[in-house]
């Protein structure tokens, strides 16, 4: 609804208690805020959620491992352990992926951000920003935790290939 106080620019308007509208302008790029922030939220829950299967994949495949070699089953568990292997670099290539669109959705972020402030916006709402200047090392950042616990856990399931090949 537009008001005729605010002419050509959008507003959103509330009817109050006493059947009074109350109008706020609305910024113009409003809705490249939601879809941008929309992309990102989705990647972002998508990156977590991808993390967590691991997480679980990781858990079972190791009990499966476990379980196999006190039962003196070499093959399963040299099986198990290529499974293992082979899932964590999955994983690490789908969670490069989803961190490339997470990326997308920051950079769309970004550019609305410093619009924002180049229109007198306190710039204590430039989120994306303010994280980037947080980070102190790149060993705080998600991406090398992860990727680093899931090399790690390829490196063991690979040696558990190994050592199963070679107690055989």
């Known amino acids: 609804m537009r008001c005729e106080l605010h002419g050509a620019a959008p507003v959103f308007c509330q009817r109050q208690a006493d059947n009074r509208y109350a ?3 609305r910024p ?3 809705s490249a805020d939601s879809y941008a922030w929309e992309w990102f939220a989705l990647h972002a829950a998508q990156r977590m959620q991808l993390v967590n299967f691991w997480l679980v994949a990781v858990a079972f495949l ?6 196999a070699r006190a039962s003196h089953l070499a093959a399963v568990a ?3 352990s290529v499974v293992g292997t082979v899932a964590s670099v999955a994983f690490m ?3 490069r992926r989803t961190r490339q669109l997470v990326h997308v959705a920051e950079a769309a972020l970004l550019h609305l951000e410093a619009t924002r402030i180049a229109h007198g916006e306190d ?3 430039a989120l994306v920003t303010s994280s980037r200047q ?3 090392s790149s060993l705080e950042s998600y991406r090398v935790v992860v990727q680093g616990l899931q090399l790690l856990v390829a490196i063991t399931f690979l040696a558990g290939a190994i050592y199963s090949l070679a107690s055989a």
Do not use: M
Not at 62 to 67: G, I, N
């Open 62 to 67: 190791a009990a499966a491992f476990v379980q």
């Open 134 to 136: 947080l980070t102190r």
């Open 28 to 30: 113009e790029n409003a």
């Open 123 to 125: 710039e204590v709402l």
């Open 23 to 25: 109008c706020t302008v």
């Open 93 to 95: 290539a789908l969670d």
């Open 78 to 80: 040299v099986g198990v």
